[in-house]
């Protein structure tokens, strides 16, 4: 029995996948404490594994970004990102390479000084860390200790060639094609910050562990063991880091089926009396922010199918969408998304990666609208494996969208069925066991950084 700590950022897009995973390597045996701010306590009871209160980052998402307290510089930057996804694909993505600094390297002294004082107590022989914990990754680095990274979005997000550059997507859709002038900004912000963040990881390091290698191109860091993909093993993936272990989990959802509560019981029965099917909306933590592409959505799904009815997840922006409500629509601050997936036919999401996933694990076709991020080369796959079709949102009107939705529910995507076998064979269990053993051999047998 290995004692693992399993370390998040405090996002519970991040969070709860890797609770998932946590609570996994638990049942195969080993002790585990999950580590993250202390409002994600729950997640830990959830998979009943120990706690460690240890916060990462200064800016937080506990289910609802906008909601999350914050403090005004984060408050700022987060109202900024919202104002550029109104812009198009590439202004996003410039927002997040301007963010870059304060949202993924803040107070890494700290965080080296706290890991420290954790390993003291509680000496685990490996740790699990989110590919995106940077300050995490560096400080695991220079303290010389033994840890698999887990990567929870696509598998861009670990760039593993000298062209493959953290922000810029690796694929686009086929309706998203930024202008080449454009493409060339997002080339050249991303080369910066690369340069940037390496040669502030070169300092660090230099600084507070002149006897440990060079931690070398700063995103590309990561676990020299092994990494964990919660994502399908796709053809036509980026190639991962040689030398690590990759493990392609599928997905990192519950084994247990979630059940609905008695309200949305009740919701998802309204609604299928009153239509013969029923769409599930919801566009993540941070985008439900979008009220004005959630109400183009609800309109064009209410007057292109006549026949279905719409779960609105509506986050911060329930009121301001709340004359939407009616025999046909349920708009909510939140929806239990993995247990209505088994109760609609369809799903309207983001392409965040936990949507992608698991819409792919229920057997849901979706039509995938990106913003930002990774949700780019998410929808790319998603498209190219025929699981879902994918529109442009800062183009896309309601008849497209509400006819796109209708195609979906005469004739699910020819790819779903068989991409959803594959996905449902994996998942936090098959993960867990390959990883212990992984982790095990690697600690019979150390490899060097």
């Avoid at 729950?42 to 914050?70: K, Y």
């Avoid at 929808?379 to 969208?401: C, K, M, Q, S």
């Amino acid at each position: 029995m290995a004692r693992i700590v399993v370390v998040s950022p405090p996002f519970q897009s991040h969070a709860r996948p890797l609770s998932v995973l946590a609570g996994a390597l638990r049942r195969a045996g080993d002790e585990v404490h999950f580590a993250c701010a202390p409002a994600f306590e729950e997640l830990a009871r959830e998979a009943d594994i120990g706690f460690v209160p240890l916060t990462v980052t200064r800016n937080a998402n506990t289910g609802i970004a906008e909601t999350t307290e914050q403090d005004t510089a984060e408050a700022a930057r987060l109202t900024e990102f919202l104002d550029a996804t109104r812009a198009g694909a590439v202004p996003a993505l410039l927002a997040q390479a301007r963010h870059r600094g304060a949202d993924m390297l803040a107070d890494p002294e700290r965080i080296l000084a706290d890991l420290r004082i954790l390993h003291d107590r509680l000496r685990p022989d490996w740790y699990l860390v989110d590919q995106l914990n940077y300050p995490v990754t560096l400080a695991l680095h220079c303290l010389g200790l033994s840890y698999a990274s887990y990567c929870p979005g696509h598998p861009g997000y670990l760039p593993a060639g000298p062209d493959a550059f953290f922000g810029e997507p690796c694929a686009w859709p086929a309706g998203i094609r930024p202008r080449l002038a454009e493409r060339a900004a997002l080339r050249t912000a991303v080369r910066a910050n690369d340069a940037a963040f390496t040669s502030l990881f070169a300092d660090f390091a230099a600084l507070h562990a002149p006897h440990r290698p060079p931690p070398g191109r700063a995103f590309a860091l990561t676990s020299p063991h092994a990494v964990v993909y919660c994502y399908p093993p796709l053809p036509g993936l980026p190639v991962p880091p040689e030398g690590r272990e990759a493990l392609y989990a599928g997905h990192c959802t519950a084994q247990d089926a979630p059940v609905l509560d008695p309200y949305w019981r009740g919701a998802a029965d309204r609604l299928r009396a009153a239509a013969g099917k029923v769409v599930l909306v919801a566009f993540g933590t941070f985008l439900s922010a979008r009220d004005d592409v959630l109400r183009t959505v609800a309109r064009g799904v209410l007057e292109r199918c006549p026949d279905a009815a719409v779960v609105l997840a509506a986050g911060d922006r329930t009121a301001a969408l709340a004359d939407l409500a009616g025999p046909r629509v349920c708009v909510a601050a939140s929806v239990p998304q993995r247990a209505l997936l088994a109760e609609v036919d369809a799903m309207v999401h983001h392409g965040g990666n936990n949507s992608f996933t698991e819409c792919v694990a229920a057997g849901v076709p979706a039509l995938v609208l990106p913003f930002s991020s990774d949700q780019f080369a998410v929808a790319h796959d998603a498209e190219r494996a025929g699981a879902a079709v994918v529109l442009d949102p800062a183009a896309a009107t309601g008849r497209d969208i509400g006819d796109a939705v209708a195609s979906l529910l005469t004739a699910p995507p020819p790819g779903l069925g068989r991409l959803s076998a594959r996905v449902r064979e994996r998942g936090p269990d098959w993960a867990a066991v390959r990883l212990r053993a992984v982790m095990a051999a690697r600690q019979e047998r150390p490899v060097a950084p």
